[in-house]
Structure formats: C-alpha cells, structure tokens
C-alpha cells in the first residue's frame, strides 16, 4: 500500500543553530550545539543538506514511505528545506512555516510557493497571536487560493519540549488556537485545503465542529496525540479515530506521525498504532487507503 506522511520536521542544522543562538546556553556556538545535544539526547544535523535529506530518505526507505510533508519549522530553516525538496525525485514535499498577519506576508508566502517550491504554509494562530479568520490574514489566504494550495493551522495545545529543555520562554496563548475561527476563513477561500493537525490538539470538539462545516477543513492524525489525557471524558484515540471519521468520513482525514530529530527519525511506531486502530475499527482496505496516502496524493496533486 502507497504511504505518504503529510506531517514532519526537517530539523535541518539551521533550526538547532537558531534555538541554541536563542537559549541562555553558554559559551561559542559549537560548544552550544553540543550542550544542546547532551541535555535534550538529540542528534545536531550535519551542516550539509545533502547529507541530512540522504539521511531522511534512508529513513523513509526502511519504513516504505513513497513521499513525507516536510516543514521548515523556523523561518531560518526556509532555504535549507527549499534545497531539500528541489531534488528531483520528489520524495519530500516542502511546507514552510509563515505568519500571515504580518506585514509583507502575502509577497513572502508567493515567492515560497512560485519560486521555492514549497506547497504551502504551517501557521501558529497561539504563537504568533492572530486569528485565522482576521481580515489581516487574507491578503496571505488569497495567495494561498490563487494556488489551490495546503495551509496547516496548529489548534489547540501548542507545547515545544525542545525549548523547554533549552529554558527559552513560551509565548503562547491558546485563546488565538480555536479550530472555529477556521470556519469563516474555509468559506471565503474555499481553493485552500485547510488542515487541523493532531485532530485539534485538545480542541477536538472545536475540530469536529469545523469539519462538519466546511469540506476543505481537513484533519491529520500526527504526533502521540497526548492531549487526549486533557478531555474529561478520557477517550481512547480509537474512539477520536472513530469520531473523526464519523464527521470528516475517511475521504478528509490524512496520516501524519509528527516525526522530528534524529534518532528517533520517522515514527514508524505511530503508523503500526494508527494502523492497528483502523483495523480495529473495520475499516476497509479501500478507506484505509484514502487515509495512508490516497487522500494527501489528491490534495498535493501527485497523480
């Protein structure tokens, strides 16, 4: 069966040098990446892109995953990954990250799309404090469906352990992390396919709400999906597969693991759970199929 991941990290080397450069870690920027990578157990990339795409790729091999959505998660990391995903074999799929309320975003996320590459943006509502739905936003979403291209917005918790572990403080605030402010922005800009990673991240009622609103709200089942231990009622993440795909139906729900830093590399352990869950579940071959890459070949126009 095709497998394609529409939720990674690159972590290229940019990204690391960017977060020891903002952690109070002392001393000269080697000597910051090696405390990084003693006090987290993290392997710093190799400078060479070259060297850490071949490094994903093998990984990729191993599992038999045909292609991975990939993000620049930095803004610093956007030229790297743009590298990554210029190889011709098409293996990597390039999303960056973006904040469309700034100024000058619409040029920036243009330039992306048509010169760099890239299929479309990841967006942090909680990070950057706007709304999705602002009218400081649509200059960005215009852009975005001129192009019938993806934009990824982070609902709900928002927590980066590898800042924590750094001490570099958090700026989040949850009240911008509402998966219902995607509903006005879905309707005026129904080109772009909206996705909610890690089914809301705590807000998943919000999520299911969405959904059940707009067609081009899409859901991705990456990470641990540890928000779970947040809801009062304890579900099972078989009983929020279950639930999703009673509102999104198995045609707008796309496999994702949220896999990140070497060495744990691609989370093969999350495809076997995801894939245990669905047979559990009854779910056919031909469904299951639309979930582990039918779905995301079709948003991403792969053919």
């Known amino acids: 069966m095709p497998l394609i991941d529409f939720h990674s990290h690159f972590f290229a080397r940019p990204f690391f040098d960017t977060l020891a450069a903002a952690s109070p870690l002392s001393g000269e920027p080697e000597a910051k990446l090696a405390a990084l990578s003693e006090r987290t157990g993290l392997q710093v990339p190799d400078a060479d892109v070259k060297v850490h795409r071949a490094r994903w790729i093998e990984a990729m091999d191993a599992a038999d995953v045909d292609h991975m959505v990939t993000f620049a998660s930095l803004p610093e990391e956007v030229p790297t990954v743009a590298q990554a995903i210029a190889h011709d074999d098409g293996r990597l799929i390039g999303m960056s990250i973006a904040n469309p309320a700034a100024e000058g975003a619409a040029d920036k996320v243009a330039a992306l799309l048509d010169t760099n590459g890239f299929r479309g943006i990841l967006c942090f509502p909680a990070q950057h404090h706007f709304r999705i739905d602002e009218e400081r936003t649509h200059a960005v979403l215009k852009v975005l469906n001129e192009r019938s291209a993806v934009c990824y917005v982070h609902c709900g918790l928002l927590v980066v352990k590898l800042k924590d572990l750094l001490g570099i403080p958090r700026t989040v605030d949850l ?88 060495p744990a590399g691609w989370r093969k352990d999350r495809l076997l759970e995801q894939t245990k869950i669905l047979d559990d579940l009854g779910i056919d071959a031909a469904d299951q199929q639309s979930i582990f890459a039918g779905n995301a070949a079709r948003i991403l126009n792969l053919g």
């Open 175 to 262: 009240t911008y992390a509402d998966p219902l402010h995607l509903i006005p922005a879905a309707n005026a800009f129904p080109n772009v396919t909206f996705v909610i990673p890690h089914f809301g991240a705590g807000m998943f009622r919000e999520t299911l709400m969405a959904g059940a609103q707009c067609e081009n709200i899409v859901v991705d089942t990456s990470s641990s999906n540890g928000w779970i231990t947040t809801q009062p009622d304890a579900p099972t993440l078989t009983d929020v597969f279950a639930r999703a795909l009673d509102v999104f139906g198995p045609e707008r729900i796309v496999f994702g693991t949220d896999s990140g830093p070497f």
